[in-house]
């Protein structure tokens, strides 16, 4: 039998090593002293080799360390696992079974208090009442420990290799929500078939109607304390197991799901690979309603008429009349300038050298509308029968209505 | 209803944007294009009504990418979605060897190395489908446009639009009873395409 206080001031002494060796019990349940020796290397290379036998001399000794029944090999203390297990969460997986068994006995339990209420034993009420309130520190200790487990399994397959082929990977999770989330979700059922919620009930009711009973037959008030506390108790794990289930659902069920979509996917796309390589691509696959698009093509918006008038109709809109001139009389021959050109020509010819042809025409045809005049002046500018020349300084010639700012042209004879 | 839209559409500000990109077939990808999808996301009922007004089915879905969906296409639409369909399935079907789980197909880095090995695995099936190494490459540049592929880095990674594919799939390998598809016909699928 070890001594709690060797064992505690070992454990603190070696606590590196006792982590180690309480992870690496996972794997292995047993170790070879020479095993042990070689991880103590490895943990520490700077100890000596009789520095590190005399640590496992300490822990065998202090019974950390057991010695197996058979050959040398040793093993984590089962105390000592559970310990660390809890303080460093790395708890395996429950049964559900276990918890089915404790949730069970609450109402053995409950029975006991009810019993020991009408029997007014209050021995009975109070180791009934003690038993209650170990069952909920056991059940409440088991579900955190189980929900720190079914994490790590999520971690653990998460961050496997990739190359693991999914099946393998996901083993471990599969197992936990078949063997544990199911069973434990059946049992946390509201409905007529879960036990857990039905039985914290009728404990905590039983609770409540004893702490009445006490207080009304006037008991002292740390049993009605007491009592008060384990029906608390009975309210928290309610609470508790409804998070932690939802929890551990949440944590397995995309992974669960992950590798369901990746099993039909796997087996639906082998099957269709078989059927395109046994008879052709279209072949295979007619029937699916494969993503299409269109092809691209540039669209335009007109407004059609029918529109137009609808809007035209929303808006009340009225077109604006526009009447057409009426048809106007044609000049007459005596309205129009008339004018001979040839002898204009003559006669200009005659006058050459013209130092400003607009001053001559005013001088000659002054008769003439100013439009007309100008229209002639700018033909006759650009008659190639004379030669036409520019003035360097800027004049005026006055014509009939209009005076016109120009440097006037003048024109002579061919040289 | 189109008065109802008319005072919302100054909101819509990628509109035309969107519209170009869904118009000529290609799919948004949450991932690819998270400017386009936030907008898209955010006015998604005014989108989806303005759009069905003109006649175009716009479908958004959960898992981040969104598409005008059509019921019918030209027969080199057909054939193009078909080879697409034969590529990916040689993808999923190559991973799924290697073991990765098929959901996690986003975070997949598909190089000229892999890929090579995949044809080189397949050369008789492409072939078959007159596929050369060059076209698989050329096949997944066009993937690319339509939104089920991104490249990066000499290397494609497949966009969230590839679930409509695998959908498919899911569903045609339902719709087949294994047995039927061992032995001769398929008695319960119809011909509506038209020849490749």
Not at chain 1, 174 to 203: C, I, K, N, W
Not at chain 1, 302 to 317: H, N
Not at chain 2, 98 to 109: D, E, Y
Request: aromatic fraction near 8%.
């Amino acid at each position: 039998m070890a001594n709690p206080r060797s064992l505690v001031f070992n454990l603190h002494q070696h606590w590196e090593l006792v982590e180690w060796l309480v992870q690496f019990s996972r794997q292995q349940p047993a170790f070879e002293p020479r095993e042990l020796l070689d991880l103590q290397a490895r943990m520490a290379p700077q100890k000596s080799a009789e520095e590190r036998e005399a640590q496992l001399r300490a822990l065998v000794n202090a019974d950390i360390l057991q010695a197996l029944p058979r050959g040398e090999a040793l093993q984590v203390n089962p105390l000592v696992l559970e310990f660390v297990r809890g303080l460093t969460r790395e708890h395996e997986l429950g049964l559900s079974a276990v918890l089915q068994a404790r949730v069970q006995a609450i109402r053995e339990a409950s029975a006991r208090l009810l019993e020991g209420l009408q029997g007014a034993d209050t021995d009975l009420l109070r180791r009934a009442a003690g038993q209650l309130s170990e069952l909920f520190r056991q059940i409440a200790q088991q579900l955190d420990q189980d929900r720190h487990a079914i994490l790590e399994l999520a971690e653990h397959a998460k961050a496997a290799d990739s190359q693991m082929p999914a099946e393998r990977r996901y083993r471990e999770v599969l197992q936990a929500y078949d063997d544990y989330v199911e069973p434990m979700a059946a049992m946390m059922d509201s409905g007529a078939d879960g036990t857990f919620y039905r039985h914290l009930e009728e404990a905590e009711q039983a609770l409540d109607l004893c702490v009445e009973r006490l207080s009304v037959q006037g008991s002292l008030y740390t049993q009605r304390q007491a009592m008060r506390q384990v029906a608390f108790q009975a309210k928290e794990l309610r609470r508790l197991g409804r998070e932690v289930l939802i929890q551990c659902s949440d944590t397995l069920l995309p992974l669960r799901e992950e590798l369901r979509q990746h099993n039909s996917l796997s087996s639906a796309i082998s099957l269709l690979l078989g059927r395109v390589r046994k008879r052709g691509l279209s072949h295979a696959l007619r029937g699916a309603e494969l993503p299409l698009w269109r092809a691209e093509r540039p669209r335009r918006v007109q407004i059609g008429d029918q529109l137009r008038e609808i809007m035209a109709q929303a808006r009340d809109y009225q077109p604006a009349r526009q009447t057409f001139p009426d048809e106007a009389p044609a000049l007459a021959d005596a309205e129009l300038e008339r004018l001979d050109l040839n002898e204009l020509h003559a006669r200009l010819h005659a006058s050459l050298p013209v130092p400003s042809l607009l001053a001559w025409l005013h001088e000659h045809y002054g008769q003439c509308a100013d439009a007309t005049l100008l229209r002639l002046y700018h033909q006759l500018i650009a008659e190639p029968r004379w030669r036409c020349e520019q003035a360097d300084e800027q004049g005026s010639t006055d014509l009939k209505h209009l005076r016109v700012h120009h440097y006037a042209h003048g024109l002579r004879q061919h040289d | 209803m189109t008065e109802a839209l008319s005072p919302a559409l100054p909101r819509l500000k990628h509109l035309a944007e969107l519209f170009a990109w869904f118009n000529a077939g290609r799919h948004l990808n949450r991932v690819s294009d998270p400017a386009l999808w936030r907008e898209l996301e955010q006015e998604r009922d005014l989108y989806q009504a303005l759009f069905s007004q003109l006649g175009y089915q716009l479908r958004l879905d959960e898992r981040g990418f969104a598409w005008f969906h059509f019921d019918e296409a030209s027969s080199t639409i057909n054939r193009t979605s078909r080879q697409f369909a034969l590529l990916f399935m040689l993808i999923f079907e190559a991973r799924a060897d290697q073991g990765a789980p098929l959901g996690g197909f986003s975070s997949w880095r598909l190089d000229r190395e892999w890929l090579a090995a995949l044809h080189e695995g397949n050369r008789e099936l492409l072939r078959a489908e007159g596929l050369g190494e060059d076209d698989v490459q050329a096949l997944l540049e066009r993937s690319v446009y339509y939104g089920f592929t991104e490249q990066d880095n000499a290397a494609w990674r497949l966009l969230p639009a590839v679930w409509r594919y695998l959908e498919q799939f899911e569903a045609l390998a339902a719709q087949l009873d294994p047995r039927v598809s061992l032995d001769g016909g398929s008695p319960d699928l119809d011909e509506n395409e038209e020849p490749a």
